[in-house]
Every structure is written in C-alpha cells, then in structure tokens.
C-alpha cells in the first residue's frame, strides 16, 4: 500500500518535472531571447532601456548561458515562488494571476463534482434499466454531450439566454462584485453565478463517464457474486447499489485521473467564452502578446493542479478497492 | 418415503432474446427430500443451472419461469407454497433462511470489495433478527462448523486473501447463514482440484447428516453423483429424461442418454490405453431444438420415425421415471406394451 | 432450410465479413457511415459546391442574411432569389444593402465562377451560379459575414480544411500509437514500463494549455500551408496514447491465444506472426479506434482556432468561422453565423456512432 502511494507520488513528480521543462521551452520558444522582446517592449511605450540595463537583465536570467543553466535558474526561483514579471502588465506574474488560479480550480473542481453526481445515478439507471426509454434517452444525449464541444455549448447557450432573457449568462460574478474584495456576499454572488459554466464544462466529461459507468456495470451485473447476493434474499436495491456499483466504482475512481486534467483544459476554453475571470483568457492573452514569463507560469501551475488532482484520485482509488490496499501485505 | 420438501412440476423457464425463445428449462419434474441429495446431471447448457436460479426466482433477464410449480413443504406442516407463483418480497425471506445455494466458481461468487465477515453477517441481519455482535460470533460459529482455521481472524480477510478450497468453505458457511433446509450446490467442486474437490463433498456430507438438510446437487460429474447423491435426474435440452434412486440409474439405465453418458465415466477397471466411448454429435444449439425425442440425432437405439416427429411421454415404474419410447408410450399403440 | 445455410456462411466467412455483417445490423452506424462519407465527397468537391469565392471580400455584402432561394416562377420550375439594393439610412446617411424583392435575378446550374484547381484540374465550374448577375448579387445560402464573404462557400473549404486535418493527424497519431503501443507490448519488461509512465504522463497533462503554448510559439511568417501541419502534428503529439494503449491491450492478448501460438509452434517469425496473423485480427479494432479518435482531433482543431491560435486566416477552417462567432454582439447582429457550428456537431456525432458501431462489431464481447 505504501509502495503504491510512494510509486504514484514519484510518478507525479516526474510529471511535474516534465511539464516544468515544457513551459520553460514555452518561454524559450519565441525568437530572439525575451530581453529583446522586453525592450522592444519598454521602447515601444517610451521608457527606452540602455545596454548595461540590459546586459544585468541578461545575466540576471543566465540568458547566453547552456539551457540546461537557464532552465536550473529559473526553477530555482520558481521553488521560491517567484515566478518573474509579466511583460505586458509589468508586474510580477503571481501578482497578475493573482486569484485566478483558484477561481479556475474552483471550477475545475465543481465540474468535477457535477461529473460524478450526473453520471453515477445515470450511469447505475441506463445500466440497470438497459434499453429502457430512459437508458436511449441518455445515451442520446451522452453523445450529444459528446459531440458538442463545450466550447460551442456555451456560445449556444450564450446565445439562446442572449435572445430568450436578453439576459448575459457569462462571468463568476455579478459586475458590481467584480471589484469588491473578498466577503461572504461575493461568496455567494460566485455560487449562484458558477453552476452554469460548471455544468457546460461538465457534460462532455459526464458523457463519457455515464458509458463507462454504464458498461462497467453491466459487466458488473452478469458476474456471480451478484446471484449470490441475490440468493441471500436482499433486496434488488441492496443487492445492486452494494455489490456490482461498488465493483463499477473502481474505474470511475481510476478514469478521474483523467477527467481533471480534461476539464482544467476544458475551463480554459469555455472561461474564455464566457468570460470567466480564471487563468484561462489570461493565458491566451499572454501566449498571443507572447508574454512568456506570464504564459509558461499558467502551463506549469495547471500542469501541478492536474498532477495533485490525480495523485487525490489515486488516493481514492486505493481507499475504494481493497485490492489495491492489501497489495503489499 | 415421506413427503418432498420441495417438488418441481413441470417446469418451464425461457429466454426471450432478439434472435428468438430459449427454452432453457422445458418441462423438468423432480423431488428432493430431507436429509437426501439430488444429483442433478447433464452436459453443460442442459437447463442445470437455470433449474437452480428457477427454483430461487433469480433468473436473469430476459430469462423468465413461464409455468409449472415448485412446490416448497413449510417448515412444521401445512399446504405447499409455490414459489413459481410468490411475489418478489415473500420469494426474498425463502432466499437464505429456506433455500440458499453454492456456487461453482469461489471465486466470482464473492465481492472482492468486502470482508466475508460482511458477506456472511449480512444475510443473518436480514432474516434472523441478531444483533451485529451476535451476527459476527454466528458467522466465526459456521466457519468454524465449515472447517476455516482461525475463523476470529479469517473473519475479516477479504476473499482474494483466501485458496481456492478456503473460499469455497466460507461460502458454504454463508448459505448455510440462516439454517436453510435445502441447499442448492451448483456445481460446488469443479473449479477445484481433486484433493480439495474430495474435502469439500465430505464437508456437504457431513453437515448433511447433521442437519437433515436436502440438497440438490449440479454437477456433470458421474463420478461426484455417484459418491453423493441419493437420488439422479438426468437431464437433456431442458428436460429430466429419466429420474430415480441412485443405485437404480447406475446399475439399469433406462434411457441411452443415461447409458450413453455412464459409458463415459473413466473406470480404473477399464483396460490401460482403450478409447473412451464419447456420446456422438454433440448438443445442439438451443435455437434448433430436434423435433420429437430431442435426443434423437446422437441417439444409437433409436426406434425410427416416432422418435423424430413425437415427444416421448414420461413413464412411471416404482420411484422412476423416464421419457423414451424404448419403454412405451408410443401413439397408437396400447399402454405399457415394449416395442 | 434457411437456418443451416445461414450457420454454414458464417462459418466460412473472414473475420472481416463478420465484422461488416454485425456493423451492418448497427441503423445508427450504418447511418453514420453514409453521413461520414457525404462529408468527405463534400470535402473534396468545396469549390465546385461553392458559389461564389470564399476570399472575395465586398463591403456591400456585410452581414446579409441567409438569402432564399425560390424554386418556382409563375408555376414553372425556375429557381430565382433576388438582387441587392443599397438604400440611405434616414438617420446615419450610410448605405445599407438589403435584398431588392423587386428585382428577380435567376439561379443558373453548372456555371462559371472563380477559378479554382480540381484534382489537378484547373476549372471555374460551379453548381450554382447567377444568370446576368449585377455588381453585388450573390447566392448566400447562409448569409454572409462582416467582410461581405459568403458563409456556405466558406463553410464549404472549411469543412475541407477541418476534415483533412483530422485525417492528417489520425494518421500521424496511429503511427506513433502503433509504433510504441507494439514496441511496448512485444518487448515487455522495462522497455514496457517505460512507456507506459510515459503514457500516463502524457495523458495527466492538462492538452489545450500545452497545445496553446506550443501553437503560439509557431512563427508569425510561416505560410497558411506550414501552420497547417504544424498545427496537426501539435494536435496528433498529445492524442496518440489512446491508440497506444488500445494496440498493446490487444497484442497483449492476442499473444496468449491459441492462434499465435499454433503459428509460433508451426515455425513462423515474429515478423510474420505479427503482420500475417495479430495484424489483421486487430486491424478492425484499430479502424475503431481511430474512427473514435478523429472527432477528438477535430474538435482540438477548432477549439485552437477558435481561440485564434490554430490555423490563421486567410486559412478558412470551421474554428476560424466560429471565432466570427465568438462574442455576443456579433451573434445578436447575424446568428446566422453560428451555423457553422452545425456541420462540427453532425461530423462528430457521426464519428461517434460510426465508431461505436464498429468497436461493437469488431468485438461484440468486448
């Protein structure tokens, strides 16, 4: 059991490690290193930058140096938290992020939430009721929620609140809280306005898990284990929601290592459609202005967001079979 | 002999599939007894298993008991219930405390995702009032009764910690959970080798003649029927072509499917390195059922057209029954006369 | 009797038959199949369906919307639609172009149009052209955009963009799923275990940010053509571990049926075991595999170019006819434009079913 958990943990800190060297190749990737981008920058506003500035700039980011020099530099800052200055803002990149990246986990993990309410119930209905009216019902709009991609959902429903309630569905707030700090108010103003983008950003997910789910399960039913608890005389109920849902659980647990990442890919997409204050918009903006610092920052923490939201899925998993517990005993 | 604890009459459970009817179970007839066995033999897809889930009422879709009783003796006297007929909440409190059943594959037949203490306490919570205290010492009780060593400690191991032999013990301790009269093994030892396969029959022996417990044992083993069973039906394509003691079906078949499948038994008697004789053709699929005497394609004495166009009768002598037209009921042809 | 030679076709016929005949009882599949394939012929006659050139810009055009066409004239069959007219808006003095219901201008079939490359053959045939058309009159079946282009015959190129570059990337994406899902199943061991922490990896890692990252940092002066491929192979990088881990699972199985090992047992190579014997009785699942895996690459596509980081214009592909589509304004002053979206929704369902229908018939077990 030990084993298990030390192994996943490596296993995401390698990944953790990977998607560090993928964003600092973001950085790196524009031509021209990015002090030139930066003066060229700071000329272009007025305030020229003269060459000894400019060389302390280049030293101070190893710039000239091997990669491999530049890459361990920076990381070095990174562990401290200093993640450098956004080109466009000027101002340091945790400042410009600022609460974003919690609204974006936030509504990450709210479509999470919504994948597993929706598609556990429906999962367990279409299977046990299979080719019901019901059963064709959802599949019907499984794949629909397949083939729309979220994106496109919320600029559909956009549109049909848009011209049904003249009303505009986009944001997490309402625009007198936008500003405001923190407070129960703005709590609550975020928890009516999330549910909406939460449940477009979840159906393409809670689609495929109802299959999942749906398959497992009447894989599950046909096993014996399940006449034997019939057998006993407990009730269907009993018999289905304790033993085969229970088996069924065991890759709905495993597939979430997979949805998370899937949905925080998704929230940049629809955030943008939207409206929504989370890092995704921010991210387009600054790979389009190509502000590296500020877009290589955003890939790597939802790169480590996507990475502890699966290891926590690991751990669920493990706390679901005993399988897997009992492994190293 | 006294009266069955449980008759079955007429049997009749069928699949209705996209590709057509499956008549799994087609008119089986049996008794079993107090503190008797029942072997139930035939080749696979013969209706045995289906027999058992009829009998339970947990037949899975789209298979369904479409007629016939089965008619189980209260406990203490009475008019027969018939189970055929029981609605779902009653059929549930015959599940365990009266019938209860074994399975063939131990290991599929328990969730991985429980402790067998859960799996067994669970059916004494349901049908016979124990508190949970007392539930878990009834359950360390029958796994000792059943022979698992240690059984304070087994209790709370998972099935996949548990051998083959083990499992099958502990689930045998979890039919037997709430005293059931009679007990339905569906084929208890055939995923298990010959050492444990011995073990465990001795176990069901045992507790047998300890508990007056009637059971009906599945298997298409004619060597564990012979060790085990009182009394035989063989059955074909959903059917009990020939019932009757143990002895009676060992010594003078009647039907040559009966024969056809004794000469199959490997003897130690028989001579070293000899062709074992296998039954011809083999079963036919369930869509194309044979018209007349099922039997009849692989049949070696068959009597001609009456076994291709007709159903053989059942016919009765002492405590047999059998349905072939080698023993008479032959249309037209005046009752009891031998062809 | 039917039954018995029923049972004895079946009994001779391939794997491959098989499988088409269980695909064949799947209506929505078969559907699907037949809508798939309608795309594809569509795909590759865009500019011959096109009615006028999707690149003609006209200020006069903007924002007109769909525009009918009327079959009948005086009870003959005469397809018409009508002309454009300017008229001075009272209060802006600005001209403003709408349909002129007085002036009837005919449809004409297989007429002359802009010049375009079909098959390598240079031609300006279209199917529906306008007979003695004035300056401005045009066919706009789905209306037009901010810069007077006609939607439908830009949707038309699009759909030929979109679609390709699906294939493209399957391709791309089946290579390296096929390559490493076989290399990781046939030599085991670490080699294995390699790859399959690698697939985990890939698959823990958040696709669009990543995607995004690496599209932007494509280089403004590359040609339409370049961004292209740059774009699939982007796309196809990260979506080839489904089709990795669906060939090891069944190398992995295959290796242990009865088959291979008679194969192996007769004295044939591995190489010859593997393409003569565990190829083709995969291949069908592989085929469903990737018929699951193209709507995905379609949909990373227009999601890219949605958000302006795929393809660029002058590109035409159906994420960049959505990004006219994108904010709210827009769409309550011509939502004729959200059209486009569907074309996306009917292709992907279509390969949805169609691969569903496929997996089902290429293992009805499974």
């Known amino acids: 059991m030990i084993a298990f958990v030390v192994r996943r943990f490596l296993l995401g800190l390698f990944t953790v490690w990977l998607i560090s060297v993928a964003s600092f190749t973001i950085i790196q990737l524009p031509p021209g290193d990015f002090v030139d981008a930066y003066i060229a920058q700071l000329a272009a506003s007025g305030s020229p930058v003269s060459a000894t500035e400019a060389d302390m700039l280049r030293k101070l980011y190893g710039l000239g140096q091997p990669m491999y020099v530049q890459y361990g530099k920076w990381i070095s800052r990174v562990v401290t938290g200093d993640f450098g200055e956004s080109m466009e803002w000027r101002r340091p990149v945790t400042e410009v992020i600022g609460d974003r990246i919690w609204l974006t986990l936030l509504l990450s993990f709210a479509a999470l939430l919504i994948t597993w309410g929706l598609a556990l119930p429906i999962g367990i209905y279409s299977a046990v009721r299979q080719y019901s009216f019901g059963d064709y019902a959802f599949t019907l709009l499984g794949f629909v929620g397949i083939a729309v991609p979220n994106f496109l959902l919320a600029l559909i429903i956009m549109y049909f609140s848009f011209k049904l309630f003249g009303a505009n569905v986009g944001g997490l707030f309402s625009s007198e809280m936008t500003i405001q700090p923190w407070s129960w108010a703005k709590a609550w103003d975020l928890a009516k306005h999330l549910p909406l983008p939460a449940v477009i950003l979840a159906l393409a997910g809670t689609a495929q898990l109802i299959r999942i789910m749906r398959a497992n399960l009447l894989d599950e039913l046909r096993k014996p284990y399940v006449v034997t608890a019939r057998a006993k005389g407990l009730s269907e109920t009993r018999v289905i929601l304790k033993y085969p849902v229970r088996a069924a659980l065991n890759p709905f647990a495993s597939n979430i290592a997979y949805l998370f990442p899937f949905l925080v890919s998704g929230s940049v997409i629809i955030s943008i459609v939207l409206g929504l204050p989370t890092v995704g918009p921010l991210l387009v903006k600054a790979l389009v202005a190509q502000d590296m610092f500020l877009a290589g920052t955003i890939v790597l923490l939802l790169g480590v967001m996507t990475v502890v939201g699966t290891f926590i899925s690991d751990l669920v998993l493990m706390w679901v079979d005993p399988r897997i517990r009992h492994q190293m005993d | 002999m006294a009266d069955p604890i449980l008759s079955v009459r ?294 001609g057209a009456v076994c291709e166009t007709h159903e053989p009768p059942p016919i009765d002598t002492e405590h047999r029954q059998v349905r072939c037209f080698l023993h008479g009921g032959i249309p037209g042809a005046p009752p009891g006369t031998q062809p | 009797m039917a039954a018995p030679s029923d049972s004895e076709r079946y009994a001779v016929a391939t794997q491959w038959q098989l499988t088409w005949w269980r695909f064949r009882r799947h209506k929505l599949a078969m559907v699907s199949l037949v809508v798939v394939v309608l795309f594809y012929l569509l795909a590759v006659s865009a500019d011959f369906l096109a009615t006028s050139d999707p690149h003609e810009t006209d200020a006069r055009t903007s924002y007109i919307a769909p525009q009918p066409i009327h079959l009948f004239d005086d009870g003959a069959f005469r397809p018409y639609t009508y002309g454009l007219k300017g008229v001075r808006d009272v209060k802006t003095f600005k001209l403003i172009y709408t349909l002129d219901t007085s002036r009837k201008v005919y449809v004409e079939f297989f007429a002359r149009g802009y010049r375009y490359s079909f098959l390598g053959i240079e031609t300006d045939l279209h199917l529906l052209g306008l007979k003695d058309a004035g300056k401005g009159d045009g066919i706009h079946l789905l209306g037009t955009d901010l810069l007077g282009r006609d939607l439908w015959s830009r949707l038309m190129v699009a759909t030929r963009v979109s679609l390709t570059i699906g294939l493209v990337g399957v391709s791309i994406s089946l290579f390296l799923g096929v390559l490493l899902g076989g290399v990781s199943a046939i030599y085991g061991g670490w080699v294995d275990t390699v790859i399959q922490r690698g697939i985990e990896v890939v698959r823990s890692m958040p696709t669009i940010p990543l995607w995004l990252g690496l599209a932007a940092a494509l280089p403004n002066d590359w040609s339409v053509t370049q961004i292209y491929f740059a774009i699939t192979i982007i796309i196809s990088l990260l979506a080839w571990t489904d089709l990795a881990r669906v060939v090891r699972g069944k190398f992995l199985s295959l290796r242990e049926e009865e088959f291979v090992m008679a194969a192996e047992l007769a004295g044939a190579g591995q190489t010859r075991i593997i393409f003569h014997h565990m190829l083709p009785s995969f291949a069908s699942h592989i085929i469903a595999a990737v018929s699951l895996a193209l709507p995905a690459m379609i949909i990373s596509e227009t999601s890219l170019s949605f958000l302006g980081l795929g393809l660029r214009p002058p590109a035409i592909s159906w994420g960049i006819l959505l990004q006219d589509a994108q904010n709210i304004q827009t769409l309550a002053l011509a939502p004729w434009l959200l059209f486009s979206a569907v074309p996306v929704i009917l292709v992907i369902l279509a390969f949805n079913f169609l691969g569903d229908g496929l997996r089902d018939a290429a293992d009805p077990y499974g």
């Open chain 2, 10 to 303: 007429d049997l009749h459970t069928q699949f209705h599939g996209r590709e057509g009817i499956v008549r799994a179970v087609d008119g089986v007839d049996f008794d079993v007894f107090e503190g008797r066995t029942l072997g139930v033999v035939g080749e696979s897809g013969c209706g045995k298993s289906v027999t058992a889930r009829s009998i339970l009422g947990i037949v899975d879709r789209p298979g369904r008991v479409m007629g016939g009783q089965i008619l189980l003796r209260p406990q203490g006297g009475g008019p027969p219930v018939d189970l055929a007929t029981l609605p779902q909440a009653a059929m549930r409190r015959i599940r365990g405390p009266e019938i209860a059943l074994v399975f063939q594959e131990p290991m599929a037949s328990f969730s991985q995702h429980y402790t067998i203490g859960n799996q067994i306490t669970e059916a004494i919570l349901l049908h016979m009032g124990l508190g949970k205290r007392a539930a878990r010492a009834r359950a360390i009780e029958l796994l000792d009764m059943v022979g698992v060593p240690q059984p304070d400690r087994r209790i709370d191991e998972y099935p996949f910690q548990l051998s083959g032999g083990l499992r099958q013990r502990v689930m045998i301790a979890m039919a037997l959970a709430c005293d059931p009269r009679v007990l339905i093994a569906d084929e208890p030892t055939t995923a298990l080798d010959v050492t444990t396969q011995a073990q465990i029959l001795d176990l069901l022996r045992d507790l047998q003649q300890k508990r007056g417990l009637a059971i009906i044992l599945i298997t298409h083993d004619m060597g564990v029927i012979a060790e085990m069973a009182h009394d035989v039906a063989v059955m074909y394509l959903g059917r009990a072509v020939e019932t009757g003691p143990v002895q009676d079906i060992f010594n003078r078949p009647r039907h040559p499917y009966t024969r056809a499948l004794l000469r199959s038994i490997p003897t130690v008697m028989a001579r070293p390195r000899t062709r074992l004789p296998t039954i011809e053709g083999s079963i036919p699929h369930p869509f194309d059922r044979p018209r007349g005497c099922a039997y009849h394609p692989r049949c070696s004495e068959k009597l």
